[in-house]
């Protein structure tokens, strides 16, 4: 049974172009959350998906969007990158609200 | 906006010593979870707290929940090397997001 699955590992984008994160959540999870971690933090909330909406949001700007798919997978965009958006992006998904969060190894960006 | 602060942040031990990490958090919340992560590498989930008092273990680590004073405590009994790792503490905000401490960098010596 795999697990959260995310691509690509690495990224690597130069300020203002526009970047796709994929996530595909283990199965059975009909609940996908995407965090941001940068180094030596915590992750921080980005946003949750579920039946294919937005359920809730984190402060993220704008630049930040999101999709979830009929088969529960999930793409994070972002926008006009800059160089603060560089960061470890981990996607998690969940069966229930009481279940911890399974996280995917996540993909690592660059900004430059 | 809830808020998660863990405490310490950075812990450097020596094999074979006890130790507690602190999670506080602001508002109230009734599910609490415990995370470890390794360096470069994604979060495993260690704990699942789901009400007042509650207290599990594995191994030489337990977890504890106190709803009313919003702490939970993560105890390391005995330290081993294996045990370096960081530490996550995050909190179900009744709004469909968990939020995350910080982290304890923890750090286990010969």
């Known amino acids: 049974d795999a697990g959260v699955t995310q691509s690509p590992t690495h990224l690597i984008k130069t300020r203002g172009q526009q970047v796709t994160l994929r996530c595909s959540p283990k199965s059975g999870h009909d609940t996908v959350s995407w965090y941001q971690q940068a180094l030596g933090q915590g992750p921080q909330f980005i946003f949750q998906y579920y039946e294919e909406e937005e359920r809730q949001r984190g402060n993220f700007p704008d630049r930040f969007s999101g999709h979830q798919f009929p088969n529960y997978s999930s793409e994070l965009n972002v926008n006009a990158l800059l160089l603060g958006d560089s960061a470890l992006y981990l996607c998690?998904?969940?069966?229930?609200?009481?279940?911890?969060?399974?996280f995917g190894n996540g993909t690592r960006l660059t900004v430059t | 906006e809830l808020k998660v602060e863990q405490n310490p942040l950075f812990l450097s031990m020596q094999e074979g010593k006890n130790y507690t990490i602190y999670c506080n958090y602001s508002?109230?919340?009734?599910?609490l979870y415990w995370y470890r992560q390794d360096p470069g590498k994604s979060l495993e989930s260690l704990f699942v707290l789901l009400s007042n008092g509650a207290v599990k273990q594995e191994g030489r680590l337990m977890a504890s929940l106190d709803t009313k004073a919003r702490l939970s405590t993560l105890h390391i009994t005995a330290a081993v090397h294996d045990l370096s790792a960081t530490y996550f503490c995050a909190v179900d905000s009744r709004t469909n997001d968990m939020r995350f401490g910080a982290g304890t960098r923890l750090t286990v010596k010969p």
């Open positions: 508002t109230t919340s009734d599910r």
């Open positions: 998690a998904s969940s069966p229930n609200k009481n279940s911890p969060l399974h």
